[in-house]
Nanobody, 123 residues
Framework: QVQLVESGGGLVQAGGSLRLSCAASGRTYTMGWFRQAPGKEREFVGAWSGGSTRFADSVKGRFTISRDNTKNTVYLQMNSLKPEDTAVYYC?????????????????????WGQGTQVTVSS
């Protein structure tokens, strides 16, 4: 069993930055970030797996993911935020395997999910 606790959401103006944290209680191989805006489907944001990262085209160059192994915590650093980044952000964990390529964006690979944290970007 893996428990995920997210923190760091909030309200920010367009062009600003936020950092989300996701603390895991157990061993994980792949950590993903997803988001869901009102009326829209959940979408992949990015993932960390074995030291490599992968991002959706919509956030590439603006978002980064890092991991602190001493704290078993993954961070999503979001810069140059846009109003269209407004959503509930979820972290997710795959406790069985690393991912590569488009496999990282498959939400079915993630067996554990955080509670979600709201990110609102005002224009």
């Amino acid at each position: 069993q893996v428990q995920l606790v997210e923190s760091g959401g909030g309200l920010v103006q367009a062009g600003g930055s936020l950092r989300l944290s996701c603390a895991a209680s157990g061993r994980t191989y792949t950590m993903g970030w997803f988001r869901q805006a009102p009326g829209k489907e959940r979408e992949f944001v990015g993932a960390w797996s074995g030291g490599s990262t992968r991002f959706a085209d919509s956030v590439k160059g603006r978002f980064t993911i890092s991991r602190d192994n001493t704290k078993n915590t993954v961070y999503l650093q979001m810069n140059s935020l846009k109003p269209e980044d407004t959503a509930v952000y979820y972290c997710a964990a795959d406790e069985r395997s690393y991912c590569s390529g488009y496999g990282c964006s498959d939400f079915n690979r993630y067996g554990y999910w955080g509670q979600g944290t709201q990110v609102t970007v005002s224009s």
